[in-house]
């Protein structure tokens, strides 16, 4: 069994946990081939050495923004030719993919229980089989290949975060302060001042289906179960979906979202004015921003995007 693993000097918590990495690195080096990327242009030729030399288990030690890069180049680089097993080692601002696996520890503890339990012990790790979501822009030249796609409010708030100093702190500050403001305005009967709860005008087509609203609080699509820091939306959730991927397009009022707050964040309640469930394709026509995967793409002009069900990958925990 042959492991690589590709390290973002540059996420955050990679450079908190940066003199151990390279110590570890130094141990392991001749079992393991390590790789240490700058800069995205970076990502190419380290995947073309892991590719060469026959990697079958690729960890990516940085944030979930990480993995989608290293996802999209492996996608549209090999094809089918060569698609290791992927393992999240959480060291980026957000890390929603490895908290999935259950793995919510540092990076270097991460890879030690790999190394200990793979490499040196020789037993094999769960495998996770998931569709990655394909995410075509008409903008862009080539498909984007991720893991969760967020407008709305989720990208607001997603935005916002990242902006602050990465932690728990920071995901309760931001999110508790946008649910205070809309509680408080909801109930003066104003509208809230931020971004946050601002309805998009979007079009979008679930499966050949017109939603039958014009303008969204929130849309969503992901394949996982919990796919933000702060919520686990989906009223029929029941892990990684085995077909399809999850999605969420929202347009209650707010009055009624108040009424039904903590139900709607938690999954208990599907909404009304509302489609939430599995969906195989979803086109959305919009003007407003998006992020894949916490990387936000450019939005100056009204765009048609695609999401469909990518490749297959397997994902690791271990």
Partial sequence: ???????????????RARWFLWRLMAKTSGKILWKITNEVNEIKPALDEFSSKGVEHLLICGGDGSVQKVLTEIILRFGDEWRPAILHVPG????????????DEGPVMIIRRYIKKVIEKGKEPFIHYSNVLKIEDERLKFPIYGITFTNGIAF???????????????????????IAEFIASTMRGEGPKSNYFRRIPVKIIIDGNEYPYKEVLISLATILPNPLMW??????????????FYFLANSMENKEILKNLF??????LPGTKSYNGIA??????????????????????????????GPVIKFISV
Avoid: C, H
């Fill in 92 to 103: 980026g601002a957000t890390n929603v993919l490895s908290k999935n696996m259950n793995m």
């Fill in 280 to 309: 195989n394709e979803v086109l959305i026509t919009t003007k407003d921003g998006y992020a894949v995967d916490g990387e936000v793409v450019p939005f100056e002009s009204m765009t048609t995007l695609k999401i469909t069900k």
């Fill in 156 to 178: 607001e708030l997603t935005r916002r975060y990242l902006e602050l100093t990465p932690g728990m702190r920071s995901t309760m500050r931001v999110v508790y302060s946008a």
């Fill in 231 to 244: 919520f686990r939306p989906f009223y029929n959730s029941n892990g990684i979906p085995g077909e399809g």
């Fill in 263 to 268: 139900q709607l964040l938690t999954g208990r």
């Fill in 1 to 15: 069994m042959k492991t690589g693993i590709i390290v973002n000097a540059r996420a955050t918590r990679i450079k």
